[in-house]
Nanobody
């Protein structure tokens, strides 16, 4: 089993910034990548960003490119998401995940981000 814990959500005004953090822990697992999705009531979970450990390649949803930056530490199984120029449409529960070799995806409980207009 792998556990993920997110932190850093909160309330911010339009144009503001927030930094989310996530750490994965467990016994003897090999994380291939870590990233973030977000979810709002009544909508499907939406991909936000991810980082692949093998080559440090990062991927972003078009809606956040240029505003969000994902960084991580493979040795610590941790990842951060720096969010800037936040918009009301970024309001969501942000969920951290990791893809573990031979096991699939594990998810955190999520952290709420609210952007006021």
């Amino acid at each position: 089993q792998v556990q993920l814990v997110e932190s850093g959500g909160g309330l911010v005004q339009t144009g503001g910034s927030l930094r989310l953090s996530c750490a994965a822990s467990g016994r003897s697992f090999s994380s291939l990548l870590m990233g973030w999705y977000r979810q709002t009531p009544g909508k499907e979970r939406e991909f936000v960003a991810r980082i692949h450990w093998r080559d440090s390649v990062t991927w972003y949803a078009d809606s956040v490119k240029g505003r969000f930056t994902i960084t991580g530490d493979n040795a610590k199984n941790s990842v951060d998401l720096q969010m800037s120029d936040l918009k009301p449409e970024d309001t969501a529960v942000y969920l951290c995940y990791t893809l573990v070799a031979g096991q699939g995806n594990y998810w955190g409980q999520g952290t709420q981000v609210t952007v006021s207009s």
